[in-house]
């Protein structure tokens, strides 16, 4: 009897074994069917704000994400092209329509991304054949940052005034890349040229170059130097002044002739894994919520048009985010992307001729 | 002594990389006359096209040439003294190796926070009025060298100093004791048998600086490009291979033009110091 009882009961275990073992099995095999996310994000404040933005889509879809920092996107993924072990990545819009260019992302149909009808249409890029390159999720603004010891926001109150030889020797100036991209574009639109036509911006890159000490070799560099004063004032990126993690010391302002928007989106390399994960991750990136709280974290402001920052976000901001629009330019990021290469041999020229 | 299979089985490893670098090299070559649609020498009538490579390309040999000049003044005595010393010889040598512990980006923003025209060096100089404005030390080729030296003098040091390890120190005595003077004994004796050390050292500070990428980027201005930041930029920001290739095949001639020198000297030196030593 107790032999019969103890082969029973060791059955009984064997069989819960089994039905536990084939549910994780079973389970294992669902959630890799859904797929995994592994998306790529500059680091500090902007992977902090994209890991915050999660939990809610995997607690909804059941798909594991992770933020994984990387340096800049075009290198990684060209490098890895052929082999992507990205599922997704933020990037600019240059980056992305360059790697577009170069058959590196999936492109998508409208039908595809139905959370892109919340984003206006002007914000979206699409490549020659009309396909949606990435959802576009954020946007920060490209002002003049200045040490508020060293200067004040009423000494820029135009772009012109980088050019202004009492700042011989104090100012930054974004890298060759950077500048080709963001200060000509934007120096030419102010002084009557076009995304082709920059040559009416050149004067005044060159007196900004003039002026510079140092070079934005890298954020958390002009950080420090803008910090201790090294640097007067700098072109320079709105979200590194948001909430907690402003950089001390400095702020940036808006000159009267605006500002250049830098628009971000994120896209999906081409052939990467568990292509309907990151269908579903780009649709839920569009959300409203999401880009609220990647608001809130980081200062990136939202493209959908449904996300109304209020509050604590609404005052960091200054005035509603379509007010701050009419005071943003947005050039043909295509165009600007196919000069890039020749602006740069420009801009590094300009630099060298320095005196 | 290994013979047979288990000598090619050792040698293997080394074949092996050996054949990886020649073809990285071969590969690099090739890439350098690749016009897109052909073969030609576009890429280098286009670097020499731009005055600003060129001068790029004399500053680049400039700052590591200066770099190793003063990397041989600090890394010379620094090593007589470490060999000389018998007590802390441990604990010295783990000074000197103490920067490679740090990475070379950190190790760079700290010269930002002392060579700053805010910063430790400028502050302490106008306390003591030892001048009324601050000396630029940092975005020009000074604040280049002074990152280069600190990074690059630890090699300078144990290549010395392996030259004072070998050094049979009743040399110096003997020399002495016939008469000569402490400098004479130094010039004609000391200095000759460890050159050997000195030329080995400048030959790995001169080639490791002249490819530097983050400290020209951190520590120079807008006009102290190094051909390594350069080479960099093409290859991963605008992705021209080709300009990337060619300048790293020039940068690479310019050295071997150097070393080839330095090392025809160094085992010159080499024999001397063995055929004295014996």
């Known amino acids: 009897m107790g032999k019969a009882t103890s082969l029973r009961g060791a059955m009984g275990v064997l069989a819960a074994l089994a039905f536990t073992a084939l549910a994780t099995v079973s389970a294992a095999a669902q959630d890799a069917a859904k797929g995994e996310i592994t998306m790529g994000s500059w680091g500090g404040g902007t992977s902090a704000a994209w890991r915050s933005i999660i939990k809610p889509f995997t607690d909804r879809t059941g798909i594991p994400v992770r933020v994984v920092e990387w340096p800049d996107p075009q290198p990684v993924i060209r490098a890895q092209a052929g082999n992507p072990q990205y599922n997704a990545g933020v990037m600019n819009y240059v980056d992305a329509y360059r790697l577009a260019k170069a058959g590196m992302l999936q492109t998508f149909r409208p039908e595809q991304v139905p959370g892109i009808s919340h984003i206006p249409p002007e914000y979206l890029l699409k490549d020659k054949d009309g396909a949606i390159i990435g959802v576009p999720v954020y946007f920060q603004y490209y002002g003049i940052a200045y040490n508020v010891n060293e200067a004040k926001a009423s000494d820029f109150e135009s772009w012109d005034s980088l050019a202004d030889p009492k700042w011989k020797g104090k100012l930054g100036i974004a890298r060759s890349k950077d500048s080709a991209t963001y200060d000509l574009t934007l120096y030419a639109h102010i002084h009557g040229g076009s995304d082709t036509n920059i040559e009416p911006g050149i004067p005044l890159l060159r007196g900004l170059a003039a002026n510079s000490i140092a070079v934005t070799a890298a954020m958390a560099q002009m950080n420090t130097l803008l910090s201790r004063g090294e640097v007067a004032a700098v072109p320079y990126y709105s979200a590194r002044f948001w909430g907690p993690q402003a950089l001390p010391n400095a702020s940036i302002v808006l000159p009267r002739e605006g500002g250049l928007m830098l628009p971000y989106l994120v896209a999906v390399p081409k052939g990467s894994k568990h292509p309907a994960a990151s269908l579903a991750w780009l649709n839920y990136v569009l959300e409203a919520q999401p880009q609220l709280t990647i608001l809130h974290g980081s200062g990136y402001i939202p493209f959908n048009a449904d996300a109304k920052p209020d509050g604590e976000d609404l005052g960091r901001l200054g005035m509603p985010v379509a007010d701050l629009l009419k005071r943003l330019y947005e050039p043909d990021w295509g165009t600007v992307a196919d000069h890039q290469e020749e602006r740069i041999n420009l801009v590094e020229q300009i630099s060298a001729q320095v005196k | ?278």
Not at chain 2, 14 to 25: E, K, M, N, P, Y
Not at chain 2, 119 to 146: D, S, Y
Not at chain 2, 156 to 175: K, P, Q, S, T, V
């Open chain 2, 1 to 278: 002594m290994p013979t047979g299979r288990s000598l090619y089985l050792a040698l293997l490893p080394a074949i092996l990389l050996l054949t990886l670098l020649t073809f990285g090299l071969a590969k690099l070559i090739a890439v350098s006359f690749d016009t897109g649609h052909g073969i030609g020498l576009a890429s280098y009538v286009g670097f020499f096209a731009r005055p600003d490579y060129v001068r790029m390309l004399w500053r680049t040999l400039l700052v590591a040439l200066a770099t190793t000049v003063i990397c041989v003044l600090i890394g010379y005595p620094t090593a007589w003294f470490i060999s000389r010393c018998q007590a802390h010889r441990s604990l010295f040598l783990l000074l000197v190796i103490l920067p490679w512990l740090v990475s070379v980006v950190v190790r760079t923003y700290g010269w930002i926070v002392l060579l700053g025209n805010k910063g430790l060096i400028n502050n302490l100089l106008v306390l003591m009025g030892a001048t009324q404005r601050p000396i630029p030390l940092m975005f020009n080729l000074v604040g280049v060298i002074i990152g280069l030296v600190h990074i690059s003098l630890p090699f300078m040091i144990l290549a010395i100093l392996a030259a004072f390890r070998h050094l049979d120190g009743a040399l110096a005595e003997a020399a002495m004791s016939l008469g000569a003077r402490p400098w004479q004994s130094f010039r004609r004796v000391i200095l000759p048998l460890t050159m050997p050390g000195v030329m080995s050292g400048c030959s790995l500070v001169f080639l490791s600086t002249t490819g530097v990428i983050v400290t020209p980027l951190l520590l120079g201005g807008l006009r102290d490009g190094m051909m390594g930041t350069q080479i960099y930029q093409e290859m991963f920001i605008v992705f021209s291979y080709p300009k990337a290739a060619t300048m790293a095949v020039l940068l690479a001639l310019c050295g071997v033009l150097v070393i080839v020198p330095l090392q025809w000297l160094e085992r010159r030196m080499s024999r001397h110091s063995r055929a004295a030593q014996a």
